[in-house]
C-alpha cells in the first residue's frame, strides 16, 4: 500500500530539493517513490504542477522503439517510428498514474506565489533511514496531510520542523558574538 504525504514550503526551491533528495534516496533503495510532484503558483495565479516523470517524452520514446519494431518487420521503419511516437505520446499525454491532478491543483489553489508543496506517493521504504536522512538534509516544511500513520506522522513532523529550529537557534547565538567584540 502506497503512502501519499503533502509537505508545504516557504519558498519554491525547497520543494525542489526535497524532492531531488527523494529521489537519491530511491536510488540507494530507501524508500521506492510512486510519484512526487512539486507545486507552485506562478505570477498570474495559476498553479503549476512540475511532474518529477514526463508521461508525453516516456510514451514518445517507448513508441518510437515499437514503432521502429513493427517498422523493421513491414520493412518501413522510418514510418513505423513516426506512427510509434505519436502514438506514444498520446498515450503518455492521456494516462494520469500516480496522485491525481485536480487533487493536487484545488491543494496548491491555496498557495501565495514564491511558496510550494511537494506531494509524494511513497510505495515503500526504510522509515528510520529515511527520517535520518530527511533530519541531515535540514529543510524545513509543515506535513499538511498524509497517510501515515499517527506515530510516523509525527516523527516526520518532529524532522522537518527540528531544521526550523536549528535555523532560529543560529541567528540568535551570532548577535551574542557580536556584542562580546564591542
Given at each position: 500500500?502506497s503512502?501519499?504525504?503533502?509537505?508545504a514550503f516557504?519558498?519554491?526551491?525547497?520543494?525542489?530539493?526535497?524532492?531531488?533528495?527523494?529521489?537519491?534516496?530511491?536510488?540507494?533503495?530507501?524508500?521506492?517513490?510512486?510519484?512526487?510532484?512539486?507545486?507552485?503558483?506562478?505570477?498570474?495565479?495559476?498553479?503549476?504542477?512540475?511532474?518529477?516523470?514526463?508521461?508525453?517524452?516516456?510514451?514518445?520514446?517507448?513508441?518510437t522503439?515499437?514503432?521502429?519494431?513493427?517498422?523493421?518487420?513491414?520493412?518501413?521503419?522510418?514510418?513505423?517510428?513516426?506512427?510509434?511516437?505519436?502514438?506514444?505520446?498520446?498515450?503518455?499525454?492521456l494516462?494520469?498514474?500516480?496522485?491525481?491532478?485536480?487533487f493536487m491543483?484545488?491543494?496548491?489553489d491555496?498557495?501565495?506565489?514564491g511558496k510550494?508543496?511537494?506531494?509524494?506517493?511513497?510505495?515503500?521504504?526504510?522509515?528510520?533511514?529515511?527520517?535520518?536522512?530527511?533530519?541531515?538534509?535540514?529543510?524545513?516544511?509543515?506535513?499538511?496531510?498524509?497517510?501515515?500513520?499517527?506515530?510516523?506522522?509525527?516523527?516526520?513532523?518532529?524532522?522537518?520542523?527540528?531544521?526550523?529550529?536549528?535555523?532560529?537557534?543560529a541567528?540568535?547565538?551570532?548577535?551574542s558574538?557580536d556584542?562580546?567584540k564591542?
Amino acid at each position: 500500500m502506497s503512502n501519499l504525504i503533502v509537505v508545504a514550503f516557504s519558498d519554491e526551491q525547497s520543494a525542489f530539493k526535497m524532492r531531488d533528495r527523494l529521489v537519491q534516496m530511491q536510488g540507494e533503495y530507501l524508500l521506492e517513490l510512486e510519484d512526487a510532484v512539486v507545486a507552485t503558483k506562478n505570477d498570474k495565479g495559476k498553479v503549476v504542477l512540475h511532474q518529477a516523470v514526463n508521461l508525453t517524452a516516456a510514451g514518445a520514446v517507448g513508441g518510437t522503439f515499437w514503432g521502429m519494431l513493427v517498422g523493421l518487420l513491414f520493412l518501413n521503419p522510418l514510418v513505423g517510428a513516426a506512427v510509434g511516437a505519436g502514438t506514444g505520446a498520446l498515450t503518455g499525454a492521456l494516462s494520469d498514474i500516480g496522485i491525481n491532478d485536480d487533487f493536487m491543483r484545488n491543494m496548491a489553489d491555496k498557495l501565495e506565489t514564491g511558496k510550494s508543496v511537494l506531494f509524494v506517493l511513497i510505495r515503500n521504504a526504510t522509515g528510520d533511514k529515511v527520517l535520518d536522512q530527511l533530519r541531515e538534509f535540514n529543510i524545513h516544511g509543515d506535513v499538511l496531510q498524509t497517510s501515515l500513520s499517527k506515530d510516523q506522522e509525527e516523527k516526520l513532523r518532529e524532522v522537518l520542523h527540528s531544521a526550523q529550529a536549528a535555523a532560529m537557534a543560529a541567528p540568535a547565538a551570532a548577535p551574542s558574538g557580536d556584542a562580546a567584540k564591542n
